[in-house]
C-alpha cells in the first residue's frame, strides 16, 4: 500500500482574510509568505507547515461549528505541558479566549478559536505517547501490540475491535 510521510498543510475557508491573516501571524507566529487574492499561505519557519487561508467569494458569513460534518478541530503538537503554560499566557496576552489546560492519559490540551470559531488544539503528548509514535516511525508495529498498548493505556472499552487482554 503506498504511504504519505506526514501532514504538509491544511487549508480553512475564512471569512476576512486580513482578520485570520493577522491571527494566524500574530497568535500562532506564521508568516505571511504568498497572497494569490482570493487566498494567503502562512508558513512555521521552525516545522514548514503551511496553513492556507481561502475566502471563497458567496460564501457564508457563518461561524464554523464541528458539529457540521467536516472538520471537527486542528490539533497542533507543543513539545511540553510547559510550553502549553507559555501558549496558555500568550493567548491571554492577546485576549484570546481558551480553555484551561486539561490533563489526559496521552497528554496535555490547551484549546481555543480562530476568529471564524475554528477550534484549535494544543497537544503535548506524555512520554508513553512519545514512546509508542517513536516505535512506530521506527518500523513495523504490528497491529495487534499496537492495540494492545492502547488498550495497557486507555483501557479495553476504547480500542477498536477489541478483544484485547
Not at 471569512?15 to 507566529?29: A, C, I, K, P, Q
Not at 487561508?53 to 471537527?72: A, C, I, K, R
Not at 489546560?101 to 512519545?130: C, K
Amino acid at each position: 500500500m503506498p504511504t504519505f510521510a506526514g501532514v504538509n498543510h491544511f487549508a480553512l475557508s475564512v471569512t476576512d482574510l486580513d482578520r485570520s491573516t493577522r491571527f494566524y501571524t500574530e497568535v500562532l507566529g506564521l508568516v505571511a509568505v504568498l497572497d494569490f487574492g482570493y487566498g494567503r499561505v502562512c508558513l512555521d519557519r521552525r516545522s514548514g507547515f503551511s496553513v492556507g487561508l481561502v475566502h471563497h467569494p458567496g460564501s457564508t458569513l457563518e461561524p464554523f461549528s464541528e458539529l457540521n460534518p467536516g472538520l471537527d478541530h486542528l490539533g497542533l503538537t507543543a513539545e511540553s505541558r510547559d510550553e502549553l503554560v507559555s501558549w496558555q499566557e500568550r493567548l491571554e496576552a492577546l485576549g484570546v479566549p481558551h480553555s484551561p489546560i486539561q490533563d489526559t492519559e496521552l497528554g496535555h490540551h490547551l484549546n481555543f478559536r480562530d476568529p471564524d470559531g475554528i477550534a484549535l488544539e494544543l497537544q503535548a503528548p506524555r512520554e508513553v505517547y512519545r514512546q509508542i509514535v517513536a516505535q512506530l516511525r521506527g518500523g513495523q508495529v504490528p497491529d495487534e501490540v499496537l492495540l494492545a498498548q492502547a488498550a495497557q493505556i486507555l483501557g479495553a472499552q476504547l480500542v477498536v475491535g477489541a478483544d484485547v487482554g
